[in-house]
Nanobody, 125 residues
Framework: QVQLVESGGGLVQTGGSLRLSCAAS?????MAWFRQAPGKEREFVAA????????LYADSVKTRFGIARDNAKNTMDLQMDALKPEDTAVYYC?????????????????????WGQGTQVTVSS
């Protein structure tokens, strides 16, 4: 069983920055961030594999967000810069646990077995 706890969300003005963190217990082979805005489906934000050799981003964030992980601490971060009102959402940390996800599947929520409770990010205009 893997437990994930997100932190770092909050209220920020347009153009500002936030850094989200995800602390994990247990094996975390592949990890990702997803987000869900009110009335919308959960969407992929970024993913990273165990060795950090593969990182993927949604087109809407790839020039502004950066994903990183520290396997020694079993943590994953999402640095979010140049935030926009459309980035407002609950951000979720997810992991496949001990299973490896093929690169083609890293953007798919159904491939991740464990999820955190989410952290709210609100960007004011």
């Amino acid at each position: 069983q893997v437990q994930l706890v997100e932190s770092g969300g909050g209220l920020v003005q347009t153009g500002g920055s936030l850094r989200l963190s995800c602390a994990a217990s247990g094996r975390t082979q592949d990890m990702a961030w997803f987000r869900q805005a009110p009335g919308k489906e959960r969407e992929f934000v970024a993913a990273i594999n165990w060795g950090s050799s593969t990182t993927l981003y949604a087109d809407s964030v790839k020039t502004r967000f950066g994903i990183a992980r520290d396997n020694a601490k079993n943590t994953m971060d999402l640095q979010m810069d140049a935030l926009k009102p459309e980035d407002t959402a609950v951000y979720y940390c997810a992991t496949s646990g001990s299973s490896r996800i093929a690169t083609s599947g890293l953007r798919l929520a159904r491939m991740y077995r464990y999820w955190g409770q989410g952290t709210q990010v609100t960007v004011s205009s």
